[in-house]
């Protein structure tokens, strides 16, 4: 449905040939110069910001729209899995910048199509409450991007959407207290650069404990408002009452929760761990019984499988069967794992097997660890950032050309170079000729 409904306004607003050349945008992270590039070659008139922000919007609604109809999604048994919940956020992204740019509204068409899909998981009855559950906490703007960015700076950390490539984020923080409370209030200017918006925002943070989290985001405001706030005797008060939009602990996604438990309470991970097999006697002991294990058990097991996933991306996938069963196991928990940390983690690996791949020019075995990974990290499937891996692969396109002559001529070891080089380009969305 959101495709039939976007592609013709998408088409009609769009030059022939404009989308498909966009690829180049993707493969540059969307970069100044290759900004500059495309809109040099499409628009050689000049174009002002405003229908260049508009371009950018629409093509990114038509890469959202594509990545929504990954086939993967909807391989399980239920739609609250990961794979199927991660389509549906590349659709409400979609449908999110086509009401932004098109004035298309699609979303609650979709949503009462949502209401007749049935649901396995006991926790929910129809699709539609698994997309409010699982799909609009996830969706994030601008201004929520800057309050997770004053979030993150408490801790001296920078926001992973900066991490990603896709955004550009930038803090200034003049007030700032590191205490038993944190406190941190400045200003947070976001540019997403797929879409080339921008805002500047005035944000602050305030941390009291993992339950005791407000953060705030408004318009900007000035030194006298933020001398206002930071002069409050009473701070979580002061942000609620001058900031127009509030988060507080339950709003916080699973990923800045866990990056926040870690960084208050290192060896978190391994701590659970630890718990867990302590406990595992009790568990195996239960369930012969016939007996269910207590929550807290369950969650020990479901967060003792995550890190182990998490293990074995960092070691490069070397047993994909073992992966592929423990993601089941994970699947059929109750927690669903950091799938940013697994990407970042992943997307980590492969940039690493593409350096040792092109350090080692005659080694097959740097690209077929490239084809596990990625294979892993379509289980879930997982996010990705592929630009420096991407470009890498680009660059061996010239000796791949001479292995496959080598290959010709009988040479073993070239065939097996070729064949490695073709499968990693191909996962990578690399074209070798």
Known sequence: MVRDALAPRSEEALAAGVRDNAVDLVLARWSDESVAAFFSRH????????????????????????LMQASCGWFFDDITEPGSVQVMRHAKRAMDLARQVLDLDLEARFVEILRRAPVNDPRYST?????????????????R?????????????????????MYDVAGDWPYRLNAKERRIL????????????????DAAALFDGIDRIILGVREPGGGEAFRTVWESSDPAGAIAGAFSRVYTAPDLSDEERWTISREIGPGIGDA???VYRDAMPTIGALEDLGLPAPGAAVRLLAHARAERLLAMIREGCPDPGRFFALAEEVRAGSI?????????????RITLALRAAAARPDDPAPLEEVSRTVGCAKVFPLPLALWESQNICVGMRGHYAEMRERAGRGDGGAERWAEAFGRAAACLGVRVT
């Open 127 to 143: 699709g539609a409450e698994v997309y409010d559950a699982l799909v609009r906490p996830a969706a994030v703007d601008l201004s």
């Open 145 to 165: 991007i800057a309050a997770g960015t004053a979030l993150y700076a408490l801790f001296g950390l920078d926001h992973p959407a900066a991490a990603s490539g």
């Open 336 to 348: 669903e794992p950091d799938l940013a940390a697994l990407g970042e983690a992943a997307s980590r």
């Open 272 to 274: 659970v761990c630890t």
């Open 43 to 66: 628009a050689p008139g000049g174009i002002d910001a405003g229908e260049r922000q508009r371009a950018l919007s629409l093509l990114e609604a038509e890469r959202q729209a594509m």
């Open 186 to 201: 400045g200003t947070v200017r976001v540019r997403c650069r797929a879409t080339g918006e921008e805002a500047l925002f």
